[in-house]
């Protein structure tokens, strides 16, 4: 998907929601995190304090630049955007433990982007939930 021209990429990433809403929640987060690990790393780009600054779910895939943040923005819009959760299920949690940062996608009691490829139900150690993110409000905490 990753080379394909901007259009393409749309269509391809409405038809990998598609073709797997039929999963179960698990499964669906776990394909997700899976297929967002393939993305082309970039050097950093998103600000984690400027959240308000972050690309919209199609912007995201037209730009196709992958840092960190964006590759679990990019977790947290296909799962978002598709029929498996409910929207106000899933949160973007930033969790901080001196310069150490994860960008996790909480989904029902699942949380991806934990490490990658993988699914977990809990936050292992002290780390501190910095924000949540929700394109549509931002609640900081």
């Given at each position: 998907m990753?080379?394909?021209p901007?259009n393409d990429?749309?269509?391809?990433?409405?038809?990998?929601r598609?073709?797997?809403?039929?999963k179960?929640?698990h499964d669906?987060?776990?394909?997700?995190?899976?297929?967002?690990q393939?993305?082309?790393i970039?050097?950093q780009?998103?600000?984690?304090?400027?959240?308000?600054?972050?690309?919209?779910?199609?912007?995201l895939?037209?730009?196709?630049y992958?840092d960190?943040?964006?590759?679990?923005?990019?977790?947290?819009y296909?799962?978002?955007?598709?029929?498996?959760?409910?929207?106000?299920d899933?949160?973007?949690d930033?969790?901080?433990?001196?310069?150490?940062e994860?960008?996790?996608?909480r989904?029902?009691?699942?949380i991806a982007n934990?490490e990658?490829?993988?699914?977990?139900?809990?936050?292992e150690?002290s780390?501190?939930?910095?924000?949540?993110?929700?394109?549509r409000?931002?609640t900081?905490?």
């Amino acid at each position: 998907m990753w080379t394909l021209p901007v259009n393409d990429r749309l269509s391809y990433w409405r038809e990998f929601r598609t073709k797997n809403s039929n999963k179960s929640k698990h499964d669906f987060l776990e394909t997700t995190s899976i297929f967002w690990q393939t993305a082309p790393i970039s050097t950093q780009f998103l600000a984690v304090d400027l959240p308000h600054t972050w690309p919209s779910p199609w912007q995201l895939i037209a730009d196709n630049y992958y840092d960190n943040i964006a590759i679990a923005l990019g977790i947290y819009y296909t799962v978002t955007l598709s029929t498996v959760f409910d929207s106000d299920d899933v949160s973007l949690d930033v969790y901080r433990k001196n310069s150490e940062e994860y960008y996790t996608v909480r989904a029902d009691n699942l949380i991806a982007n934990w490490e990658l490829g993988t699914l977990t139900t809990a936050v292992e150690g002290s780390y501190q939930k910095v924000f949540q993110y929700d394109f549509r409000e931002l609640t900081y905490k």
